[in-house]
C-alpha cells in the first residue's frame, strides 16, 4: 500500500508520502504482530479523492511498476488489481463526501 500511495502522489505530482505516516498508531481497533486496523489520515482519502475511477488502471500500473523494481519480480497487473484500486477510489470520495472515517486492516 505504501507503493500504491506513493504512485498517487507521483501522478498528481504533490510531494510524495507513504501509507505507513497516515496511520493513527494512538487510536486503533485491533494491533498485534499478525495484524492491525488503523483509522487512516484523511490526507489519504483527500488523496485519492482526486482520481477518478477511470484514473485506477493508470495508477495500478504506476503502483506495480514501483513493486516490480523494489522486489525485482515481474506482477503482471491484473482487473481484480485495477476493481480494487476503482474501489479505493470510490470509497474516499464517499467518506470525504460523508465526511467518514477511513480504516486500514492489514493481516498475515
Avoid at 19 to 25: F, I, K, P, Q, V
Avoid at 49 to 73: C, G, P, V
Wanted: glycine share 4%.
Amino acid at each position: 500500500m505504501n507503493f500504491l500511495v506513493g504512485s498517487a502522489t507521483e501522478l498528481i505530482n504533490v510531494a510524495e508520502f507513504g501509507l505507513r505516516e497516515c496511520l493513527d498508531t494512538t487510536k486503533f481497533y485491533f494491533d498485534s504482530e499478525e495484524g492491525g486496523a488503523y483509522f487512516v489520515d484523511t490526507a489519504i482519502i483527500r488523496l485519492f479523492s482526486r482520481f477518478n475511477e477511470i484514473d485506477a488502471r493508470d495508477l495500478t500500473h504506476k503502483w506495480f511498476e514501483k513493486m516490480t523494481a523494489e522486489y525485482q519480480e515481474d506482477t503482471p497487473v491484473n482487473d481484480d488489481a485495477i476493481k480494487a484500486v476503482e474501489a479505493l477510489i470510490a470509497i474516499s470520495k464517499n467518506a470525504q463526501e460523508q465526511n467518514l472515517d477511513l480504516v486500514h486492516i492489514w493481516y498475515l
